[in-house]
């Protein structure tokens, strides 16, 4: 049966990430991103699932760890000042390949900055956040339709790569209204975490089998004992100080995110093919972005938009593959300018302009539009 | 040959343990195991979450499900473990500084819900593992390396923050007393809600040195003259009871535990659906 209703983006979040089998929740309050736990709140013991609102957001982290580590997919949420104090444990999601899902709904900063207003200021947090050299997925979506669709997809890389993934929204994004279709009869594709088989590695939590990127599962609480731990380990889990097997582990970090990119990697483009000049932008920003391509291409202006869906890995390969007629690249963002550092990166050739906006207010249409007529 | 105990709860291919001579945490560690074995506690069932600290290498000796986690957060990673899987039973065995300074948050919170989970304290008064500072357990005008001049901060008593905090089962053990420390870690196990023993362990390499505490045996002998019982604490000055270690039980109660709550919601829901 279809089914059309009105939802909040940080609602649709909570009804996708139910979908992908999130069973547990922990969170602490903060705005924007509140809804998000209180809808948890509301939805998880109803599909007995469980929730729980912690003392800090530092132990909300540690506790969807937990959770996630004895078999149960897990979720936090939060924003700009909890994500900063999210990010030690989401170091240790990454080292003992623990999957979970952190949605940070941004706002503006730094500190406590504007609460309620939005940013998109948290995207090197995103990347660099926790300490030491470490893979990352963040994933970023534009509309009510996707926070159900995208949230789905993040819960599935979380588990198919054994990897923290951050759920990368905005203000304008968890907060906004639309109509979104659902469709009980739509097939949905759920990845569960992959277990382990053969005996002779059962043993072994961070072996990985010929042929895979990641170490498969045996659940902490059934009836293999193993260790988990934050210092470097090896294959047994247990800590080493040997140089070599902790330079292996970091490696298979690393590559086990870069060597599937074009797995991992979604981006959305419009009106690229015959463009002059393509606008960046991700998030909350595309929907000033498509109004203002709209209303160019409208006066007959070759304008086009190009979307990293997946923010981290930046879609590099799909970025340089712009069509010869792309003369100018203009990247727009609510912040000083982050995005904008990973296309000055990739694109050597072009002419790369920039509107970003860092006071709280949203990037209007007219002023992309101007943007884009300024250039000479 | 290692003992029947150790055989059966330890991890024999990573022992020795780190620890130096003369602490106390083997001990302790080996207060847990047999306690766990006089309960008959099914070993696949027990799940011990571990933080940073001396006491927390506990985890990897154990053979149990165990989680080396990040300091302080041991009872917040064990709160996601206890919900996701209640039918599991989940020990945290934690440092003084551990649960008491960058954890204390943790500790508090953990037994103002009274969630069904074991807390362990191994607490020698002291950060070891980096190499000597005071904790929040170090008496007053004691010494460390970062109090050079003696500690002007005042010491928690864990057990009775604890208590304070909610905790349905509380007590305090220490090294020496290994026979009275195991019945009270099994009492804490067999506790429906959140359970606290806050265990006094001897570090003698930095804590013993930097106070000029003897040896090793001296701080075992003088931790046996100098044990009291709550009771006897109860009737002595702040004085007297200063440089005494406290045996026996502050709290055992009956509270609703924190799973059991939460899956009459998830009933209550599932009956009102039919």
């Known amino acids: 049966m279809k089914n059309r209703v009105l939802m909040q983006g940080n609602e649709a979040v909570v009804e996708g990430a139910i979908k992908a089998g999130m069973r547990f929740f922990a969170g602490y309050p903060i705005t924007p991103s509140t809804e998000i736990a209180e809808q948890s709140a509301v939805r998880l013991p109803q599909v007995g699932g469980h929730f729980i609102q912690m003392e800090d957001e530092i132990g909300s982290m540690a506790a969807v760890i937990g959770a996630s580590a004895v078999g149960t997919k897990s979720m936090t949420a939060t924003s700009g000042p909890g994500f900063s104090l999210k990010q030690e444990n989401i170091g240790y999601a990454c080292m003992t390949e623990i999957p979970v899902v952190i949605v940070d709904v941004q706002r503006s900063g730094p500190s406590t900055g504007l609460p309620t207003s939005p940013s998109q200021s948290d995207v090197m947090q995103a990347r660099w956040g926790t300490h030491g050299d470490h893979s990352i997925i963040a994933i970023s979506p534009s509309s009510v339709s996707e926070c159900y669709n995208l949230i789905i997809r993040a819960f599935n890389l979380a588990e198919k790569y054994r990897t923290p993934v951050i759920f990368l929204m905005d203000e304008i994004v968890g907060h906004l209204r639309e109509g979104i279709e659902f469709d009980d009869e739509a097939e949905v594709e759920i990845i569960e975490r992959k277990m382990k088989q053969r005996p002779d590695t059962l043993h072994l939590p961070y072996h990985v089998c010929e042929g895979d990127d990641v170490p498969r599962f045996h659940l902490t609480g059934y009836d293999i004992r193993y260790n988990i731990t934050g210092l470097a380990h090896g294959p047994d889990g247990f800590p080493t100080n040997n140089n070599e097997v902790a330079g292996q582990l970091v490696t298979r970090l690393m590559k086990k995110i870069e060597n599937n990119i074009d797995d991992i990697v979604e981006v959305e483009e419009k009106f690229c093919d015959d463009a002059e000049t393509v606008i960046v932008c991700y998030g909350g920003t595309k929907r000033s972005v498509m109004s203002a391509v709209e209303e160019l291409r409208a006066k007959g202006k070759k304008v086009g938009y190009f979307r990293p869906i997946t923010i981290w890995p930046f879609p590099e390969k799909q970025l340089s593959a712009l069509p010869k007629s792309v003369k100018n690249i203009i990247v727009a963002e609510h912040n000083y300018g982050q995005i904008l550092l990973e296309v000055e990166r990739v694109i050597k050739d072009r002419k790369i302009g920039f509107v970003g906006k860092v006071d709280g207010t949203v990037i209007t249409p007219s002023e992309i539009v101007k943007a884009v007529e300024e250039v000479k | ?274």
């Open chain 2, 1 to 274: 040959m290692a003992s029947e105990l150790i055989m059966k709860y330890m991890r024999e291919e990573h022992l020795p343990h780190i620890w130096c001579p003369g602490c106390g945490h083997g001990i302790l560690m080996r207060d847990v195991a047999q306690a766990v074995k006089n309960l008959g506690i099914d070993q696949e069932k027990v799940c011990l979450v571990s933080g940073i600290g001396c006491a927390s290498r506990a985890a990897g000796y154990m053979d149990f499900q165990t989680m080396h986690t990040t300091h302080g957060r041991a009872i917040a990673f064990a709160t996601g473990v206890k919900m996701a899987r209640p039918d599991l039973e989940v020990i945290v065995i934690a440092g003084d500084g551990d649960v008491a300074a960058i954890g204390g948050n943790h500790l508090i919170h953990a037994a103002r819900r009274n969630i069904g989970i074991t807390v362990i304290v191994f607490n020698n008064d002291i950060y070891g593992m980096t190499g000597g500072q005071y904790s929040p357990t170090t008496p007053t005008g004691e010494f460390g390396t970062t109090a050079p001049y003696g500690n002007i901060d005042r010491p928690f008593d864990i057990a009775v923050l604890a208590a304070a905090a909610g905790a349905s089962y509380v007590a305090k053990g220490t090294a020496y007393h290994a026979q009275q420390t195991i019945k009270l870690i099994e009492d804490g196990l067999r506790h429906k809600g959140f359970s606290l023993i806050d265990c006094a362990g001897i570090c003698a390499t930095y804590y013993g040195r930097k106070n000029k505490k003897g040896s090793a045996v001296d701080m075992m002998k003088y931790q046996r003259d100098n044990t009291i019982t709550f009771e006897q604490a109860k009737t002595m000055s702040r004085e007297e009871r200063s440089g005494k270690f406290i045996l026996g039980k502050l709290v055992e109660d009956d509270f609703p535990e924190f799973s059991d709550e939460y899956q009459k919601i998830i009933d209550r829901l599932k009956e009102a659906k039919k």
